[in-house]
């Protein structure tokens, strides 16, 4: 009886006299989800402070870099409104006809430099590489010439035979006629064309933009579709006064449109990626404001279960000297 006695009470202090004696009093005391295995060390809060430190600083770049690119945006904003009035005398005289099939095709890719702006610049890069692919033939040909650091890095990688002239960091100075005509008139001298299709973003709203293609004629084949009819044939009943030819008069005219184009594009993509930049920019601010919110949880979890784990010490101990 004595021994059946003395094993009943065995069983009573065993988890005092366990290998483990913390592990028993921290199942009595902490509910089994929240308990880190034996061996296993729990977060230090230190390191949770850390990451939120980053995770606001973070926060606060993103939200400095909205607030200049929204300022960017209006100033810009006014210029591309203005602009819209150069081209559209000229796709009403001359229209802009996309269909006209030609031998020598350039497309003008317009990008941004710089990144963090949604994804305008791959719709571009699509829209030009389908435009390739339409306009591929045996007796064609077909280049590109690119504005912009980011569509140069995305078409060098599988069509740099086709890339006839890059253009990069166009908007490190504030965009103007003067610099752009200047570029137009670079790519006019240097780049054999029947036809530019000028790829761009055209403005419409802060969250969204129209992927548009423009077309510019060369003034031989604005002169053979004049004379095959169509709406180019209503050019023949214009006068001509000053003592110039019709050849001279379309070579001026296709030079004029194509700069007044190319600078209105410019600006549109220019809005575009600064309202895209605004609206990612806001993303990742709210995306950084709901990381800092589950980081809060789990260091104020890590201090909570940090102060219970010395609360169990001292009162284990202090059982431990009572007994």
Known sequence: MAMVALRREGRRFAPLISPHPMAAVRSSIIPAEEQVPLGVRSISTQIVRNRMKSVKNIQKITKAMKMVAASKLRAIQVKAENSRGLWQPFTALLGDTPSVSVKKDVIVTISSDKGLCGGINSTSVKISKALHKLNAGPEKETKYVILGEKAKAQLI???????????????????????????????????????????????????????????????????????????????????????????????????????????????????????????????????????????????????????????????????????
């Open 157 to 323: 990688r599988d069509s740099k035979k086709d890339i006839e002239l890059c253009i990069t960091e166009l908007q490190k100075n504030p965009l103007n006629y003067t610099q752009v005509s200047v570029i137009a008139d670079d790519i006019l001298k240097n780049v054999e064309f029947d036809a530019f299709r000028i790829v761009f973003n055209k403005f419409q709203s802060v969250v969204s933009f129209l992927p548009t293609v423009s077309t510019v004629l060369s003034p031989e084949i604005v002169e053979r579709e004049s004379e095959a009819g169509g709406k180019l044939g209503d050019l023949d009943s214009y006068e001509i006064e000053g003592g110039e030819t019709k050849s001279e008069i379309l070579q001026n005219l296709a030079e004029f449109q194509f700069s007044c184009v190319m600078f209105n594009a410019v600006l549109e993509n220019a809005c575009s990626e600064q309202g895209a930049r605004m609206s990612a920019m806001d993303s990742s601010s709210r995306n950084a404001g709901e990381m800092l919110d589950r980081l809060t949880l789990t260091y104020n979890r890590t201090r909570q279960a940090s102060i219970t784990t010395e609360l169990i010490e001292i009162i284990s101990g202090a059982s431990a000297l009572e007994g």
